[in-house]
């Protein structure tokens, strides 16, 4: 993606709002919108807004694992495991 080619002024939002619409819907690649020269927020289709969340949630979880790691805070598997199988009678 060529930066260059995503970025809008704030008016060709205003008055090509279809046409925004459009393009992120079928090319899935975000258009930057820009006031006064800078950069003020960004437009993206439904789908990659929720692939990016998911991968955000994703990357919280491994990092809250790893810090979990890090303070001792955790059990083995074969710990874990035993325990769910004393629970079920198996």
């Known amino acids: 993606m060529n930066i260059k080619e995503v970025i809008r002024p704030i008016t ?3 008055t090509n709002a279809a046409d925004v619409l459009n393009t992120v819907t079928q090319s899935h690649s975000p258009i930057i919108i820009t006031h ?3 950069a003020k927020m960004v ?3 439904i789908d990659s807004y ?3 969340n998911e991968s955000l949630t994703m990357l919280k979880i491994v990092a809250m694992s790893r810090e979990q790691i890090k303070q001792n805070k955790f059990k083995d598997a074969n710990t874990v495991f035993s ?8």
Do not use: F, M, S, T
């Not at 325990?83 to 198996?90: D, N, V, Y």
């Open 43 to 45: 437009v993206q289709d």
């Open 83 to 90: 325990k769910i199988e004393k629970k079920l009678g198996i």
């Open 50 to 52: 929720n692939r990016a």
């Open 36 to 38: 006064n020269g800078e």
């Open 12 to 14: 060709y939002l205003k």
